[in-house]
């Protein structure tokens, strides 16, 4: 598809920015999402074009204002709703379970 | 594409408000799911996480590099059938199953992108730096490749030739740099102390070493 | 279906990917060979950059014979075909202020490129 993604000749980028000695992971839940998404990629239910494609449908917009690892994150729960692992409304509640428990642990703080 | 949002403390869980504690969320939401349900053995997490952050890298790669500029027969085999070389010193696997090896000389510099994603051969690299996989980076290497190399203090005169190469398919690409002048008396480990993972990407030459 | 264990990661790091398929299938194509990638916009996904199509190039090497992403990713089977590095001179590519000599090579598929 005419995505995003599809970089090669773009302008208005701006310079390269490399990190001096950068770590492998800037985050705590980019080693997660990185895990997350090979380990579930073991399962054998999709192959690595349809990991990419699955990528590939982040909106436009929404992949040029986000990191990699976010969309890898996109991509994998495309995928796993897709193939009937996890419904959305799981997702959402267990989110907002999280997000409840951290609400409750910063009250408490 | 922001490449890279907080200069600060970077192991803090983001319970600051900040956009990423929206994705921290989701991401520990779907691995306890995911847990819940069978589907990640949390081991093998921890392992995949350990394997890519401490086991696997570019001074694997600097190795490959170093013995090349040392064995020419080993040189001709890696530029022949870089796969087979990579894996007689034992890296091999996952985003390296086939890995072909660029030399660059006084006349050719060759230099590799992934315009589409961040295809890299992670078992000689390691996983890819956030630059590489950025959209600065991935949008000018193929229309600007003179200009990204000068950014990285690479200067190369006109009579070189450029050649960028865009990993679109599954075959991984090394360079091999140029081996700098004043390392005649090197011993192998001390010339693979000298390879930057820049220079294996293209981006970089290896520059000599300093002089005492 | 099998689920990952920790003692499983290594082997499964080392042994399990790759696209390349061990068939003998014909190539159409040639080192030398004058090429012109299709003017193809898929909506589905696609290994060939926008940049490049209807862009001449020439074939650099013949990489073998490889999975297909575009039929892959679309659960359409593997579809195996020969894949080429492709120069493409920055001029071609970019235009008459670009340079002539340096160049991008770019993998592609036997069903992207038609002889030019």
């Given at each position: 598809m005419n995505g995003a993604h599809d970089l090669g000749g773009m302008h208005g980028f701006g310079p390269v920015e490399p990190e001096r000695d950068e770590p492998v992971f800037h985050h705590e839940w980019e080693r997660r999402a990185f895990a997350i998404t090979l380990a579930s990629g073991f399962l054998g239910q999709w192959n690595i074009d349809m990991s990419r494609s699955a990528r590939e449908q982040m909106p436009a917009a929404e992949y040029l204002a986000t990191t990699y690892y976010e969309h890898w994150l996109f991509g994998l729960e495309r995928l796993l709703v897709e193939k009937g692992f996890v419904k959305p409304e799981e997702i959402e509640a267990r989110v907002a379970e999280l997000r409840r428990q951290r609400a409750g642990r910063a009250a408490e703080s | 594409m922001s490449g890279h949002d907080h200069p600060h403390d970077h192991d803090h869980d983001h319970e600051d408000g900040s956009r990423f504690s929206e994705v921290e969320l989701r991401v520990r939401a779907l691995e306890s799911l995911l847990v819940d349900k069978g589907l990640v053995d949390p081991t093998a997490l921890?392992?995949?996480?350990?394997?890519?952050?401490?086991?696997?890298?570019p001074r694997n790669g600097a190795r490959v590099v170093a013995r090349a500029w040392v064995d020419p027969g080993y040189k001709r085999r890696l530029l022949e059938k870089g796969g087979a070389a990579i894996a007689e010193l034992g890296y091999e696997g996952r985003q390296g199953e086939d890995i072909v090896v660029l030399e660059n000389t006084p006349t050719v510099h060759n230099v590799v992108v992934c315009t589409l994603c961040s295809c890299y051969p992670w078992p000689v690299l390691g996983l890819p730096p956030v630059w590489y996989k950025a959209a600065p980076y991935r949008s000018r290497a193929?229309?600007?490749?003179?200009?990204?190399?000068?950014?990285?203090?690479?200067?190369?005169?006109?009579?070189?030739?450029?050649?960028?190469?865009?990993?679109?398919?599954?075959?991984?690409?090394?360079?091999?740099?140029?081996?700098?002048?004043?390392?005649?008396?090197m011993s192998e480990e001390e010339l693979a102390g000298l390879v930057t993972r820049d220079s294996m990407i293209g981006v970089s030459r290896v520059a000599a070493p300093a002089v005492p | 279906m099998r689920v990952l264990t920790g003692a499983d990661v290594e082997q499964a790091i080392r042994t399990s990917g790759g696209a390349r398929v061990h068939v003998e299938l014909p190539a159409k194509f040639k080192a030398g060979d004058r090429v012109v990638a299709r003017n193809l916009h898929p909506l589905g996904h696609t290994r060939l950059p926008r940049y490049a199509r209807g862009r001449r190039g020439v074939?650099?090497?013949?990489?073998?014979v490889f999975i297909f992403p575009d039929a892959h990713a679309a659960g359409a089977g593997q579809k195996p075909q020969h894949v080429y590095a492709v120069r493409f001179s920055l001029r071609e590519l970019w235009g008459p202020e670009a340079s002539e000599r340096d160049c991008v090579l770019i993998d592609l598929w036997d069903d992207y490129l038609d002889p030019a």
């Open positions: - | 921890d392992a995949l996480i350990d394997t890519y952050e401490t086991k696997i890298g193929v229309i600007d490749p003179r200009g990204v190399l000068r950014e990285f203090g690479t200067e190369l005169p006109d009579g070189v030739e450029v050649r960028v190469w865009d990993s679109t398919a599954e075959l991984r690409y090394l360079v091999l740099p140029e081996r700098p002048a004043g390392t005649e008396g | 074939i650099d090497r013949d990489h073998g």
